[in-house]
């Protein structure tokens, strides 16, 4: 059975940090794309970051690019979102989301960041 389980989530003021967690299991982590998308209210989901298979390259959205850090440890099928520099726009539920090698997409429940003074 494939889980992901996201944690980290929380109310932060703006400019200050959070990082989020997304352990894996039920599937080969380490061959998977990783990635983290994010649901802001009444707008639609949107890609935030992504680490590819085996971790050597990773891609961001252009407006997290140089506040967001992905990282991934294939030896703790986990995957961290380091958010530095938030925004109230930062605010969403943020999604883990897996790409398998056969091309199969799983999701977490999402959790919850809140950006506001």
């Known amino acids: 059975q494939v889980q992901l389980v996201e944690s980290g989530g929380g109310l932060v003021q703006p400019g200050g940090s959070l990082r989020l967690s997304c352990t894996a299991s039920?599937?080969?982590?380490?061959?998977?794309?990783m990635s983290w998308y994010r649901r802001a209210p009444g707008q639609v989901r949107e890609f935030v970051a992504s680490s590819f298979r085996g971790g050597s390259k990773t891609n961001y959205a252009d407006s997290v690019k140089g506040r967001f850090t992905i990282s991934r440890d294939n030896a703790k099928d986990t995957v961290w979102l380091k958010m530095n520099r938030l925004k109230p726009d930062d605010t969403a539920v943020y999604y883990c989301?897996?790409?398998?090698?056969?091309?199969?997409?799983?999701w977490g429940q999402g959790t919850q960041v809140t950006v506001s003074a």
């Open positions: 039920g599937f080969p982590f380490s061959t998977a794309a």
């Open positions: 989301n897996a790409k398998t090698q056969d091309d199969v997409d799983y």
